[in-house]
């Protein structure tokens, strides 16, 4: 279950977009710290969302259009043959930031920090497992069941549906279930790609 495996047709489908970012003078690090911004403003329109719903609708849409601009400075680096090891680098920090800033505003929105420092950490352990294996000498390990792309998607939707379930489901409102996800199964991805990678050094 992960969608990273289709990073290739989103390259293709991000042709027009690379080429209106080259015409327009943006860099790829750029692109990275406008992503991130926008992160943070999904972050808060999360937090707010507790009280006001349809403002998880805003955040769903903050979600996508990060998720839009990380693939965008990638292939934008490709275009203008910037891509370095410091842009990678700050991709990656910045990545892993719009992780914790987005599960952060979800958490604080419900009021659910147990649940948020669960995710987070089963999110950040996911990340570090993939590029670990790559400082190890191995290809970035990006398999598992839940990727980023995944998780920008799950978010995305899951946001999208707070606008109008509001009533908790068996305790936990459909954010709090999100979360949970993310903690289960993100330690389980972490523990999957650390899998692979010693199988691979053996």
Do not use: C
Not at 120 to 141: E, F
């Amino acid at each position: 279950m992960t969608l990273d495996k289709y990073r290739s047709l989103a390259d293709r489908a991000l042709e027009p977009f690379v080429t209106a970012a080259a015409r327009l003078g943006l860099t790829p690090n750029g692109v990275s710290v406008l992503a991130i911004v926008v992160a943070a403003a999904a972050a808060g329109a999360f937090y707010l969302g507790g009280d006001e719903p349809l403002l998880y609708g805003v955040g769903a849409v903050l979600v996508f259009v990060n998720g839009w601009l990380d693939l965008l400075d990638g292939a934008l680096a490709r275009r203008l043959d910037a891509a370095s090891e410091a842009g990678d680098l700050l991709d990656h920090a910045l990545d892993r930031y719009a992780d914790i800033l987005i599960i952060a505003g979800l958490a604080a929105g419900i009021g659910r920090y147990d649940l948020g420092l669960a995710a987070v950490t089963g999110v950040l352990m996911t990340s570090y497992l993939g590029t670990q294996a790559q400082a190890v000498g191995l290809d970035r390990v990006y398999g598992g069941l839940l990727g980023r792309a995944d998780r920008l998607a799950l978010i995305g939707v899951v946001g999208a549906l707070a606008v109008v379930v509001t009533d908790p489901i068996r305790e936990f409102t459909v954010v709090g279930w999100l979360l949970i996800v993310f903690a289960v199964v993100g330690h389980v991805t972490a523990l999957q790609r650390f899998y692979y990678a010693m199988g691979d050094l053996r």
